[in-house]
């Protein structure tokens, strides 16, 4: 019975590993999304329906990334058990 058990957590082992990639991930869209926020408004002409798109795609990525925090923290709890 040991080798299921076994067998569980490397599979929440590998589901927590691709979360993690996959949040690092989200981070490096929103620091880029962020730094073309930046220089749009440094640089250019405020373009508001720019800023609208940007804004909805740094939006859209956070609530994934909220998502796969959940996740994430379901996964260690129920390692933990």
Sequence with gaps: MIIPFQQIDLT??????RLDK??????KI???CQDTWDY???TEE???PKLNVLQDKMESVREIMAT?????SRIKLELSN
């Excluded at 929440?12 to 590993?17: G, H, M, Q, S």
């Excluded at 996959?22 to 981070?27: K, N, Q």
């Excluded at 796969?68 to 994430?72: G, H």
Aim: charged fraction near 35%.
């Design 46 to 48: 405020v373009s508001i």
């Design 12 to 17: 929440y082992v590998t589901r927590l590993n």
């Design 68 to 72: 796969i925090k959940q996740e994430m």
């Design 22 to 27: 996959i949040y690092r991930d989200g981070e």
């Design 30 to 32: 929103l620091k880029e």
């Design 40 to 42: 749009l408004l440094d």
